[in-house]
Nanobody
Framework: QVQLVESGGGLVQAGGSLRLVCAASGRTFRRGVMGWFRQAPGKEREFVAAFSWTSGNTYYADSMKGRFTISRDIAENSVSLQMNSLKPEDTAVYSC????????????????????WGQGTQVTVSS
């Protein structure tokens, strides 16, 4: 049974930084995709970033490019999301997702590949 556990959320002032970590257990990821989605109150879930274990490629939503960085930790079987220059509109519940299968480039920014989900961690950015 795969479990994803997120950590690192919290409250930060605008312009600050946070680092989220998604640790996987029950399976060692060496292929497939792990990534992050977020959902703000009253809004739909949106793609944030993803990392391909298979290719090493990274993918970002346009609004996060240059501010967020996703990376992997092979030893810890985890991915992290470094978030810099945070804005109040980044406030949301951030959830980790994973698939053990390769994902086509055209689908990586959708949630269709997400076989496993974490419970989510709250990120609040104050103005």
């Amino acid at each position: 049974q795969v479990q994803l556990v997120e950590s690192g959320g919290g409250l930060v002032q605008a312009g600050g930084s946070l680092r989220l970590v998604c640790a996987a257990s029950g399976r060692t990821f060496r292929r497939g995709v792990m990534g992050w989605f977020r959902q703000a109150p009253g809004k739909e879930r949106e793609f944030v970033a993803a990392f391909s274990w298979t290719s090493g490629n990274t993918y970002y939503a346009d609004s996060m490019k240059g501010r967020f960085t996703i990376s992997r930790d092979i030893a810890e079987n985890s991915v992290s999301l470094q978030m810099n220059s945070l804005k109040p509109e980044d406030t949301a519940v951030y959830s980790c997702a994973a698939s053990s299968e390769d994902v086509h480039l055209s689908l990586v920014r959708t949630a269709t590949w997400c076989d496993y989900w974490g419970q989510g961690t709250q990120v609040t950015v104050s103005s």
